[in-house]
């Protein structure tokens, strides 16, 4: 009697960019309602979805480490413990693939939100996962989660998920806080290129080496079949949803017609793929298999 398997192998994938080694590290995923979706009716998306064999709104959730000119960073942590228990597998993961997290230097984020940054410290004992990492971010993050008016205008779900959370997490890094403000080289071959909206210092990355380029969108999408059929979709949780559907817009263009190899943090995992226009929209074409590295 053979038997069958019981759980899934570690989400890991390689993938070269010229001398660059990235590795894709899933966190798992998150399953939610359409209810947060805006300038799209919940029936118009749940038919889009469909036509994608997609019984539901399911959120892939992605990290990437980046080994480049001998050094290893990793952009985006996870989700800890503080979403769902389909999640927070970025520390299991960066461990399946040989790993040791003390081995990382640099840890970049997108934008602090609870998927993204919960995983940078351990909550019950306050310990950084990353102890020797620095963190790399837009100024404009730390400035806004951590500011006590605007964290007051919020929900209570905003206010503990989004900013104490997010406050929780970064805290333990202080001492070794790199922000930056404007497009620029962040770490050899990575260069952080903002693209505000979804929240006010969200930022893309651009890994280049010799001719070939990954663009690392981030939250460019939170629903990939329906926000390229339909950049305008955005989401309740963007901070300024008419910047972030215009920045979306703005990495489409720049994606289709570079013709760029890009992946997300919500993108299915592994998540490369090309962005294509189709219609009034784009549409994804996942990247083939790799092999040889
Ligand atoms: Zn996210």
């Known amino acids: ?13 390689h993938r070269r960019v010229g001398d660059i080694i990235v590795t894709a590290i899933s966190d798992g995923f998150l399953d939610g309602g359409l209810e947060v979706l ?35 960073a990793l952009i985006e942590t996870g989700s800890g413990n503080y979403l769902l228990p389909t999640a927070g597998k970025v520390l299991a993961n960066i461990r399946a693939a040989g790993v040791d997290p003390g081995s990382i230097e640099a840890v970049l984020l997108t934008h602090m939100h609870p998927d993204h940054s919960a995983g940078l410290t351990d909550v019950t004992t306050g310990k950084r996962n990353y102890p020797n990492a620095e963190l790399v971010m837009h100024e404009n993050e730390p400035a806004h989660w ?23 997490q970064v805290t333990p890094y202080k001492d070794r806080w790199r922000l930056f403000k404007a497009e620029g080289e962040v770490f050899p071959g990575i260069t952080a290129i903002p693209r505000q909206g979804h929240t006010p210092g969200h930022t893309t990355y651009m890994i280049s080496s010799g001719k070939e380029q990954l663009l690392i969108w981030g939250d460019t999408v939170h629903v990939p079949e329906v926000q390229t059929a339909r950049p305008e979709v955005c989401m309740d949780f963007d901070t300024d949803k008419d ?16 013709r760029l190899l890009v992946t997300g943090m919500h ?19 996942p990247a083939a298999w790799e092999q040889a590295l």
Request: glycine share 6%.
């Open 1 to 13: 009697m053979i038997k069958a398997p019981q759980q899934q192998v570690p989400g890991v994938f």
């Open 38 to 72: 805006r300038n799209i009716s919940e029936e118009e998306a749940r038919r889009i979805l469909a036509d994608n064999f997609r019984p539901a709104r399911r959120t892939a959730v992605n990290a990437f480490l980046i080994y480049s000119a001998g050094r290893l």
């Open 146 to 168: 951590f500011d006590d008016a605007k964290m007051a205008k919020g929900t209570d779900r905003e206010k503990k998920l989004y900013f104490q959370a997010g406050r929780d």
């Open 243 to 258: 910047m972030a559907a215009s920045s979306r817009r703005k990495v489409f263009d720049m994606a289709a017609t570079d």
């Open 267 to 285: 993108l299915h995992f592994p998540g490369f793929a090309h962005l294509v226009r189709d219609g009034a929209g784009y549409r994804l074409i």
